[in-house]
């Protein structure tokens, strides 16, 4: 499988809240993560990631992405993937409770590949604007 095919798998299966037994096919051991967000600053592995997003999935029962752009950089064994995450905070379970509102967030996934599994990834995304959106900030 090529590092293309292995992100894709790895992507979609994070972004449906599938966790680490989920997504851990398609990384190696202890691969590292950041994000310049409040939000995720505790967050220091693909692991505790996976496992946040699943976690999302309860408060935003609805939570969904929208792919805009997937994008292989062979020379540096990257693979970056632009999307759209939205949805509606109806569950329990986030700070707050149930608000009703709406969210729609921008954001990238940068997957460092070492081999054919992801050794670090990093994600960009803006949350405070999402955190805002639903009412938790």
Known sequence: MSIHDSAMAFF????????????????HEGATFSCQSGALADVATVEAYTEWMKGLLIPIPDGRFELKGFALDESR???????VFSGTHTGEGGPVAPTGNELAADYVYAMEFEGDKISHMTKIWNDGHSLSQLGWA
């Open 12 to 27: 979609e299966a994070c972004e449906t809240g599938q966790g680490w037994d989920g997504c851990k096919t398609w990384c």
């Open 77 to 83: 064994n990257t693979v970056l993937a632009f999307a």
